[in-house]
Nanobody, 121 residues
Framework: VQLQASGGGLVQAGGSLRLSCAAS????????VGWFRQAPEKEREFVAT??????RTYYSDSVKDRFTISRDSGKVYLQMDSLKPEDTAVYYC?????????????????WGQGTLVTVSS
């Protein structure tokens, strides 16, 4: 399964971007999906996750109330508002091994190649 993340780019602080995640060879409608990010010289960190049927979503404290994860028609989205320079990172989407939303990266089986988000001050 190949996951494709898209929608990254350069935006000013306070601006918005919407990231998309799609699978190339199969859908992940029965799997939870998460977004993670990795800033330069930092470890990958959890951003947001959504359960298979969208009834559960979780966010990291750093993005809560600014980012919104959703899924529709086989795609998963990450709406990012009120962006800050510290949100600059490569963002990855991943499909979990099961249906439950989780922030644990080890529970994710399929990973995309990432999309770069740069927030200027």
């Amino acid at each position: 399964v190949q996951l494709q993340a898209s929608g990254g780019g350069l935006v000013q602080a306070g601006g918005s971007l919407r990231l998309s995640c799609a699978a190339s060879k199969r859908t992940f409608s029965n799997n939870a999906v998460g977004w993670f990010r990795q800033a330069p010289e930092k470890e990958r960190e959890f951003v947001a996750t959504i359960s298979w049927n969208s009834d559960r979503t979780y966010y990291s404290d750093s993005v809560k109330d600014r980012f919104t994860i959703s899924r529709d028609s086989g795609k998963v989205y990450l709406q990012m508002d009120s962006l800050k320079p510290e949100d600059t990172a490569v963002y990855y989407c991943a499909a979990a091994r099961g249906p439950l939303a989780t922030s644990t990266s080890g529970m994710y089986r399929y990973w995309g190649q990432g999309t770069l988000v740069t927030v200027s001050s």
